[in-house]
């Protein structure tokens, strides 16, 4: 068992370069199912395990229930303002998103 939320880690960065492209990825644990995870050690980082943002909010507030739809809501719009926000940008919503 994790003793706190700073000993988890919710959210993995990655990167590769093969033949002269760059790919990247984001991995944000919001609603995740933790099983498969108790068997690895995420990043080589010892001491540590994996966490979702649900989890953490859950012990926080002594096990109260949070819905995932409206998590994974609130954790998308946050990613989308922050990102907007670091890189100075103004993003719009496609009109083909919700067709």
């Known amino acids: 068992s994790i003793s706190s939320p ?20 984001l991995a944000l644990n919001v ?15 010892k001491g540590r395990g994996v966490g979702s943002i649900k989890q ?10 949070y819905n995932d739809a409206e998590l ?8 989308i303002k922050e990102f907007a926000d670091f890189f100075q940008l103004s993003l719009e919503p496609s009109p083909d998103l919700y067709l």
Request: glycine fraction near 10%; charged fraction near 20%; hydrophobic fraction near 40%.
């Open 72 to 79: 994974m809501d609130i954790a998308y719009d946050s990613l």
């Open 31 to 45: 609603t995740t199912d933790l099983t498969p995870f108790e068997h690895i050690v995420p990043c080589g980082i």
């Open 6 to 25: 700073g000993d988890q880690k919710v959210a993995a960065i990655g990167t590769m370069c093969a033949r002269w492209i760059v790919y990247h990825g």
């Open 56 to 65: 953490i909010l859950q012990k926080a507030s002594n096990g109260r229930e």
